[in-house]
T-cell receptor
Framework: GNSVTQMEGPVTLSEEAFLTINCTYTATGYPSLFWYVQYPGEGLQLLLKATKADDKGSNKGFEATYRKETTSFHLEKGSVQVSDSAVYFCALSEYGGATNKLIFGTGTLLAVQP | EAGVAQSPRYKIIEKRQSVAFWCNPISGHATLYWYQQILGQGPKLLIQFQNNGVVDDSQLPKDRFSAERLKGVDSTLKIQPAKLEDSAVYLC?????????FGSGTRLTVV
C-alpha cells in the first residue's frame, strides 16, 4: 500500500544553519505531497504542498520539490530560526485530491538552538 | 475564517470507561476526518465523512469505536470501552479543494 518514510530525528541545528529533512514515498498513481508542521502544544498546520511532478512548494522560507523519478519530497530551508523548532510531517494524499485521506510519515523533530 | 473546533482538549479516563469527542469543522467543508495520533507516530486516518455519509472507515476498530456526523456538520467520535492503547491525540480535520485543515486535537489518556 501507499506509504511515507521520513528521516528520524531529532535534528538539532544552530540558528542560521541549512536544513534538509528527507522524505520518500511509495504510491500508486499520482499523489499530491505535503509537509505539515506541528509546533509545541498546537495542531497540525499545512506548511506547503505540491500536486504534480517537478512542482515546487514553498512557504515561510521552506521549499520542497516533487521528484517523481526518486519518489522524494525533501524539505529544505536555507537559514533556520529558533522559531522553526517543531515536528515536521511529510504526507501524501491518495488519488491526488485535496479531499482525500492523508498518509503521514512518523514525523521529524527539529530543534534549533540560538 | 474560523478553524476546526474540537473539545475537550484533554481527557483522562480509566480503561473500560467510555469517552466522546466533538468536532465542528470549518463552515462549508463537506469532507470531515478523524485521525488518531499515537505519541511518536504520524496521524492515522480512522474515518472519513463526505457530508453525513461514511467514505472510508477501514481503519476504525468498529468493536469499540463509533462516529457519526449528523446533518453533515458536527461530528462525534466515541470509544466504548476504552483500552490503554487508545491513549493518543484524536485529530479532527476538514477539507475543500485547497487542502486539509486540522483542529488542535483532544489528548486522551487511558489509565
Amino acid at each position: 500500500g501507499n506509504s511515507v518514510t521520513q528521516m528520524e530525528g531529532p535534528v538539532t541545528l544552530s540558528e542560521e544553519a541549512f536544513l534538509t529533512i528527507n522524505c520518500t514515498y511509495t504510491a500508486t498513481g499520482y499523489p499530491s505531497l505535503f509537509w505539515y508542521v506541528q509546533y509545541p502544544g498546537e495542531g497540525l498546520q499545512l506548511l506547503l504542498k505540491a500536486t504534480k511532478a517537478d512542482d515546487k512548494g514553498s512557504n515561510k522560507g521552506f521549499e520542497a520539490t516533487y521528484r517523481k523519478e526518486t519518489t522524494s519530497f525533501h524539505l529544505e530551508k536555507g537559514s533556520v530560526q529558533v522559531s522553526d523548532s517543531a515536528v515536521y510531517f511529510c504526507a501524501l494524499s491518495e488519488y491526488g485530491g485535496a479531499t482525500n485521506k492523508l498518509i503521514f510519515g512518523t514525523g521529524t523533530l527539529l530543534a534549533v538552538q540560538p | 475564517e474560523a478553524g476546526v473546533a474540537q473539545s475537550p482538549r484533554y481527557k483522562i479516563i480509566e480503561k473500560r470507561q467510555s469517552v466522546a469527542f466533538w468536532c465542528n469543522p470549518i463552515s462549508g467543508h463537506a469532507t470531515l476526518y478523524w485521525y488518531q495520533q499515537i505519541l511518536g507516530q504520524g496521524p492515522k486516518l480512522l474515518i472519513q465523512f463526505q457530508n453525513n455519509g461514511v467514505v472510508d472507515d477501514s481503519q476504525l476498530p468498529k468493536d469499540r469505536f463509533s462516529a457519526e456526523r449528523l446533518k453533515g456538520v458536527d461530528s462525534t467520535l466515541k470509544i466504548q470501552p476504552a483500552k490503554l492503547e487508545d491513549s493518543a491525540v484524536y485529530l479532527c480535520a476538514s477539507s475543500l479543494e485547497k487542502g486539509t485543515l486540522f483542529g488542535s486535537g483532544t489528548r486522551l489518556t487511558v489509565v
